[in-house]
């Protein structure tokens, strides 16, 4: 999801929500597919060895989507709720009575999602916070799913009682996205603006793009905005412009 101002983004989201995230056009490569999967697992009703589940990778590898699919997919059947990291930090801080009150909900739904974990570094009062929340949650029988750039386990600033809560459930990282991946990842995202890209196109592209979902999208958007502003079909000198390339 987006970032959105902070005056402006919800607090908590309830799902469903956000249904451009599913898993069915989550692009899965080998580095995702052990993510994909057990976050597939955690939205469904059957039981699971493990309660929670902490994604780790670095930015634009679709940690989010996983965790907006997992809420979609959940709240079919049961309660989900999703909070990032930085507006619970916010309540927290707001003071225990205040805080009490907005996160009862975290404690009461049968699955809590957690985003960008990383900030919740250096923030004890905010850590001792989640950990009761999630003993509560533990006790209920119920499920949590967490997402940041760091696993668990190489946390910086956390305390111990929080990071082995994090690492007695399922850790599965996400790693870049591949050649093969990318090759589908791009007439996708075409597809889903209505733009035709050539195999062609794509091969070349490979050769060029960063290997994340962010970068990918945004070269994408621009060839879809040149092809409309030219009214022109997508060609290799097309690309070039919108992409600022000058290279053969």
């Not at 809420?71 to 003071?95: I, R």
């Not at 699955?111 to 003993?135: F, K, S, T, V």
């Not at 994090?166 to 007439?187: K, M, N, S, Y």
């Amino acid at each position: 999801m987006s970032r959105q101002d902070s005056n402006s983004r919800q607090r908590i989201l309830n799902f469903p929500v956000h249904p451009e995230y599913t898993f069915d056009n989550f692009i899965v490569s080998r580095e995702s597919e052990f993510a994909w999967t057990t976050a597939r697992q955690f939205a469904l009703p059957e039981a699971i060895p493990a309660q929670s589940l902490f994604i780790a990778g670095a930015t634009g590898l679709g940690k989010t989507h996983l965790l907006m699919a997992t809420g979609n997919l959940a709240s079919e059947t049961q309660s989900a709720l999703y909070v990032h990291c930085d507006d619970f930090l916010t309540t927290v801080a707001a003071g225990e009575e205040s805080a009490a009150t907005a996160l009862a909900p975290l404690e009461s739904v049968d699955l809590l999602l957690m985003d960008d974990m990383d900030r919740i570094a250096g923030h004890p009062a905010a850590q001792e916070r989640l950990y009761l929340i999630y003993n509560t949650l533990r006790e209920r029988g119920k499920r949590i799913v967490f997402a940041g750039r760091t696993p668990p386990n190489r946390l910086p600033d956390t305390e111990r009682y929080l990071s082995s809560r994090f690492q007695w459930g399922v850790t599965a990282e996400l790693g870049p996205i591949d050649d093969a991946t990318t090759a589908r990842l791009v007439p996708k995202l075409a597809q889903d603006m209505g733009l035709e890209i050539p195999d062609k196109i794509t091969h070349y592209l490979l050769t060029r793009l960063p290997r994340d979902f962010s970068s990918i999208k945004n070269a994408v958007t621009r060839i879809n905005a040149e092809s409309l502003a030219r009214q022109q079909k997508v060609t290799l000198p097309l690309v070039k412009a919108a992409l600022g390339l000058e290279d053969a």
